[in-house]
């Protein structure tokens, strides 16, 4: 047996009342690197108790003031954990078992060999650590199960008071968890976990979104998507979790009421309708009786009146223009817009586009090419719709370049889409502004493009009519160099 630093903290208290005993434990227990405690009778020895962490008494039977039977009575009350080793000269067997069976954890008898003595509490200080690690091990088991019931409990109240309804799949795409607010989202009844996935949700872009969580490891974090169920508008938002080795166990699908945002918005895309018609008449009237006077039919004008009144055209021209994209934007989020899908012949389409913007680019030193190749197939595709996306994206490219410079449009086959690239040596367009020019309203704001007017409406129109014909839409730019739209259309079959 060695001493150690860590079996220096161990305390062993010896309760005897002869001297030579006490100072013979001393002299045995110290070299083995514990502290000793002494203490004449039983009554001292639990004064010391009271004071002192020890964590092996030797007492001696018989003592005064209090002997080795009551010393065990108490201290079975008050230190139920610290083991007793009783020394017994005197005693006989009968003494010794009556110790033992009032908890005494065993006996020496006098005269005992040091070894013998060291040997016993050693064993006796192995016992009481290892005990109280069980307890502590036990107490850990305690806590963390109160915690698991604690947090169970929190998450149960939570799941069930959400107003947002919760759906929860394990990896075979059972239903396992729902929440009141489900049924009542869904206008469910009657069923209850666990059940088919399809059981609970009609919808099935739905149900392929929360089967691509579970069936690829992807890397797919969360799918976020609109439905309607019974005329009740929702956002699902679906996610996978995970075990802790990182695979998939299930998805959790969190179904939000967004009726009041989708009516709200309704509301205003009707306003926002109502408004430019109701001023798209006066306006245009306004536009046809400038164009009279400008004609010189109601009377000759002066140099100063013809500015005047042409500098007010273009302005009214601006704002209509601001009136008729309003309008488009409405429509479009309304759904009113409706395309018609006919065979259409693009570079015909285009080569009119150019045409008539050829005035436009000469006025700001812009060449336009148009580069057609041979015997393309046609377009699946409305004429007006077309002629709105291809005229916005040639303005623009004339517009961005305030110092002159090539616009070029380019029709050619991509795989199964045709694709038209319109090209500029314009300003360009920062990366970071890139996914913010097809929000409405949106105008990068720069000293190059600070005195070109525009309303920001013209790229999102773009991309809904873009999109609306199953196509797509791209954009390359780098500052000072340049930037190019391409749009992909599926070709008529
Ligand atoms: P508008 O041109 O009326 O401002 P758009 O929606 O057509 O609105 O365009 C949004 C923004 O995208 C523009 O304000 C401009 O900053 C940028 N942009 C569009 N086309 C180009 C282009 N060809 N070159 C550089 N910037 C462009």
Known sequence: MSS?????????????????????????????????ATAENGQQALELLGREAVQVVLCDLKMPVMGALEVLEEMGKSYPHIPVIIITGHGTVDDAVECMKRGAYDFITKPFRLDHLTLCVRRALDKQILERQAREFEEERARNLYSLALEQSRMHTIVHCMADGVLVTNRDLEVVLVNAALYQLLSLSGLTPPAPLADFIQDETLREAIQSLVSSDAEQKSISQELVSDRVHLRALSAPFYGPDQRVLGTVTVFSDITSFKELDEMKNDFVRMVSHELRSPISAI????????????????????????????????????????????????????????????????????TFLEAKAEAQRVKLHLQAAPDLPAVLADHRGMEEVFTNLISNAINYSPNGGDVTVKVGMNGEFLEVK??????????????????????????????IIGTGLGLPIVRSVVEAHRGLIEVESQVGVGSSFRVLLPVAS
Do not use: W
Not at 4 to 21: H, R, S
Not at 326 to 339: N, P, Q, S, Y
């Open 4 to 36: 150690n630093a860590m079996e220096e903290q161990y305390t062993i208290l010896v309760v005897d009342d002869e001297k030579v005993i006490r100072d013979g434990c001393t002299l045995a227990l110290k070299p083995e690197g514990y502290r000793v």
């Open 287 to 354: 536009r046809l009786q400038h164009s009279v006077i400008l004609d010189g039919l109601a009377g000759e004008l002066t140099d100063k009146q013809r500015e005047l009144i042409t500098r007010a055209q273009a302005k009214l021209e601006g704002l209509l223009e601001l009136i008729n994209d309003l309008l488009d934007v409405a429509k479009m989020e309304a759904g009113f817009r409706h395309f018609e899908q006919v065979p259409l012949n693009l570079a015909e389409v285009l080569n009119e586009i150019v």
């Open 422 to 451: 319109v090209s500029d040596q314009g300003v360009g367009i920062e990366p970071e502004e890139i996914p913010k020019i097809f929000d409405k309203f949106y105008r990068v704001k720069s000293p190059a493009t600070r005195q």
